[in-house]
């Protein structure tokens, strides 16, 4: 088969998840035996990118911004590689960004065309409101709260209707719309009335092999968090508030904060009158996987959340709000990880403090964590995505002879 990956920036692994996965799965349909391409936007590309990718590498002729139309000239690119390079399977990472393109009349009789859903449908908008009185921490915040609770209505609403308007579109014109998990698809009916024969749903594969030979006894007693740091959807000072009101009683802890952001210098300062707190900036999350006790998610949503199977497969036990569906996919709660009822700090810090005061607890949910996301390794990843090609590359076959 030959395959293209369409995506907004460069599909460098090392700059996020939707990445990370599109290289993973690259390479094992490379390794079966598949012809694999890459297609992005010049206007996103990384300074001094030297990455060697596992596909040839296309951009489009014309730089794009997100909201602005596509361009003639990259409407014709991307027409004549589907036809120069007999794309068999057109793949959108992220279908908001594609809508001129997924729009277009078929090019080929034998292209198929498949939008991948890298989040949940209503974005952030799951808990919109939850999240924003969660977020009240001063009588000033609560002065505010109902302009902006108004505010955020209105626009939730306008954001609602955007977003109907381009799943209706995206059903119309393409073969298949996958997303991360079959749970989603409440949220998706919410916002899409229509035949539902499209979907299907394919989870994210593990980025590491899980580490079964990895001593669990000689974990730290550290804390990690790991991804962006903004506070729209990951909330870190959420993290920062409730390691101020437990490190004391913890003094053979530390939380360690490996990532980058926006947010960095507000949590500096949030962190200047704590101990045992520090940022290691943008790191290779590995190392840190395999040393730390737990991981530590504070987000607002996710779409599938890379970092925590990442942190399963080395024996870290995760601790997250359940804001999001496929959250109860890749943890059982209170089996491989804590999932806590979204967005009480009060109950994140007791459920944090019992894991990290049970050492017996953890080495059992570790163990439990390894076992569990061997699911979702590149092999059985990969094994359903070559069912939905054949699946639909049958049903070119049938029009062809019908």
């Known amino acids: 088969m030959n395959i293209v990956f369409l995506f907004w920036k460069n599909l460098n692994p090392t700059t996020g998840g939707v990445e990370r996965v599109t290289d993973l799965l690259c390479r094992e349909l490379k390794r079966r035996g598949h012809n694999v391409l890459y297609l992005n936007n010049t206007l996103y590309s990384i300074n001094g990118d030297n990455y060697e990718y596992p596909a040839t590498v296309y951009t489009f002729p014309d730089r794009r911004e997100w909201d602005s139309p596509e361009t003639t000239n990259n409407i014709a690119f991307y027409r004549n590689l589907l036809v120069e390079q007999h794309i068999d399977f057109a793949i959108f990472q992220e279908q908001l960004y594609f809508q001129d393109l997924i729009s277009l009349p078929r090019t080929t009789p034998y292209t198929r065309t498949i939008a991948v859903l890298h989040s949940n449908p209503q974005y952030q908008f799951s808990h919109t409101f939850k999240s924003i009185i969660a977020n009240c921490h001063s009588f000033k915040d609560f002065l505010h709260l109902p302009w902006e609770l108004k505010w955020t209505y209105s626009k939730k609403n306008a954001k609602f209707k955007q977003l109907s308007a381009a799943y209706n579109n995206t059903m119309a014109h393409i073969d298949a719309f996958c997303m991360l998990s079959i749970k989603y698809l409440p949220e998706l009916q919410h916002l899409y ?16 092999p899980i580490d079964y030979n990895i001593d669990l006894g000689k974990k730290k007693k550290q804390l990690i968090y790991v991804g962006r ?77 890379m970092v925590i199977p990442e942190s399963m497969a080395h024996g870290t036990v995760p601790i997250l709000f359940n804001s999001y569906p496929a959250a109860t996919e890749i943890i059982n709660d209170g089996e491989c990880g804590i999932l806590v009822k979204p967005y009480s700090l009060r109950q994140y810090e007791k459920k944090l403090r019992m894991l990290m005061s049970d050492t017996a607890m953890r080495h059992k949910m570790a163990t439990k964590a390894m076992e569990h996301v061997a699911q ?10 070559e069912e939905l090609f054949n699946k639909l590359a049958g049903s070119t076959t049938a029009e062809k002879t019908s």
């Open 229 to 305: 740091l903004d506070k729209q959807q990951k909330c870190v000072e959420r993290l920062v508030i409730i390691w101020g009101r437990i490190y004391q009683d913890f003094p053979d802890w530390e939380l360690t904060i490996i990532g980058e952001g926006p947010q960095l210098n507000e949590l500096q300062q949030m962190a200047a009158p704590l101990s045992r707190i520090t940022f290691a900036g943008r790191q290779k999350p590995q190392q840190y996987y395999q040393s730390a006790s737990i991981l530590c998610l504070t987000s607002n949503y996710e779409g599938w959340g």
């Open 193 to 208: 009335k229509g035949n539902m024969n499209k979907i299907t749903a394919i989870a994210n594969p593990n980025t590491y």
């Open 376 to 385: 979702f390794s590149i092999d059985k990843v990969a094994d359903k995505w």
